[in-house]
């Protein structure tokens, strides 16, 4: 009898200090997965703390713009993509630029051709010093990149930019390294895929 109520009485332990830890553990992980939940042009969005690099100092606050640095596997390399939340009004798809501004700016001659994609420079006396279109001419849902070539002493970088549609009236300008246009087919699709998450009913 005693015995049996002894290992009655570990199991009983151990049921309660199980749920102890799952619940512990449960917490710490929804800690660390927290999210801020703001408004960006009258739109409800939803930022992950880790991400965010911008200061909000409450839940539900109303934002002009907010700032995120997002890892990301792009070309089997880990990288870190800055983007800008802020109104589409402030900021237009590449996409539409594409046709409403870009195409009247590009310079005479034949279009360049790299990693699939067209590239088109811009004319320096319309104000675009050094800066070419990468797009992508076939996709219904285009990828589309304006990029500048900055000199550093002897060296040359490239540093880019895509802008993408959160929502109807909230845009994401992604800055990234020259470097990962060769794999702009993935960074495109993850993009295409992460963004509309920022958006919270």
Known sequence: MWLFMAVALVGLVFVYASDFLTNKSGTSSAANSGSYNITIAAKPIVVPKAWTTSTINTDDE????????????????????????LPSAKAAPSAYLLDSLYIHNFEEGAPKQAYGLIVKSLKPQAGYEDETIWYDAISANPFVAKCLEEKLGDDTQTNCITTMLVNK?????????????????GLHAELSKLLPTFNRE
């Open 169 to 185: 009236r909230v845009s994401a300008l992604v800055r990234f390294d020259g470097d990962l246009l060769p794999y702009w087919k």
């Open 62 to 85: 109303v934002l002009s713009n907010v700032e995120l640095a997002i890892p990301m596997n792009v070309g089997n390399e880990e990288t870190a993509l800055h983007i800008s939340l």
